[in-house]
């Protein structure tokens, strides 16, 4: 069983930046996706981001050109880095990881973008 835990969010001003982690307590190298969703009071969760085992990356049209996914199979860890944050952007974010059919979820860390 794979344990997956965020840290990194945090309260940040419009414009700035904040780096997620996602650390698991295995090995992820041959997980075949890494995610990143978010979830906004009163709305449904979002996908944010994924990264792939051949390290592609995909986005969402919301954040793109703003966010990087990346992944460091060696730390076992995941990353979000978000710039030019936005109110738009407050959220509790998760990460999620796949490996086949078999799916886990950290427990989330809250973003709040706010002056």
């Known amino acids: 069983q794979v344990q997956l835990v965020e840290s990194g969010g945090g309260l940040v001003q419009p414009g700035g930046s904040l780096r997620l982690s996602c650390a698991a307590s295995?090995?992820?190298?041959?997980?075949?996706?890494m995610r990143w969703h978010r979830q906004a009071p009163g709305k449904q969760r979002e996908l944010v981001a994924g990264i792939f085992r051949g390290g592609s990356a995909a986005y969402a049209d919301s954040v793109k050109g703003r966010f990087t996914i990346s992944r460091d199979n060696a730390k076992n860890l995941a990353y979000l880095q978000m710039n030019s944050l936005k109110p738009e952007d407050t959220a509790a974010y998760y990460c999620?990881?796949?490996?086949?059919?078999?799916?886990?979820w950290g427990q989330g860390t809250q973003v709040t973008v706010s002056s």
């Open positions: 999620q990881a796949k490996l086949g059919v078999r799916e886990y």
């Open positions: 295995g090995s992820i190298f041959n997980f075949d996706v």
